[in-house]
């Protein structure tokens, strides 16, 4: 007999009412929440009686559900690719830079025509792990990679001493 953590054997009731919802098509999740019982439980009783459920609905929920994860990450990536464009923008767009210190710990700032060299390298880094993230979750394909072979042979071929 199958038992729960709690070691409270399953009633023939229980066993009977397993069965009966297994014949009425209904998953083992749903048959486990229904009769309050653990769903390995309601899985080695079925698996006594050579009862098996039916997959199809489970592999389509998985599909979907895979689906759906993976328009998110082409989202999240179209969001990270949009601002690794922003951040390479702000390279050259006029900035105010400031300065706190000084003995009375004073602020000071001015506007200037592009961020200073140091920010400009701070922005093309956080660019760029925008773009590897982006990258990462929906990598280019395969056939974007070929012609990327294919202008990487022409550029060499074009050099000196190729």
Known sequence: MAVRKDMRQVTDEERAEIIRLHGEG???????????RAQR?????????????DVTMTEEATRHRVAQLAERRA??????????ERLTEQMWLPTKVF??????NSYTDHNVDEP???AKKDLMAS???????SLKLVPPER?????LAAVDQWLRGMMPGE
Do not use: H, W
Not at 26 to 36: K, L, V, W
Not at 143 to 147: F, I
């Open 127 to 133: 660019a760029g792990i925008a773009i590897e993230k």
């Open 143 to 147: 056939e974007d990679l070929e012609g």
């Open 41 to 53: 439980t309601v899985s080695l009783i079925c698996a006594e009686e050579n009862l098996v459920f």
């Open 75 to 84: 989202m999240l990536a179209e969001a990270l690719q949009d601002d690794a």
């Open 99 to 104: 300065r706190i210190g000084g003995s009375s």
């Open 26 to 36: 209904r998953g083992r999740n749903e048959i486990a929440r229904m009769i309050g």
């Open 116 to 118: 200073p060299a140091d």
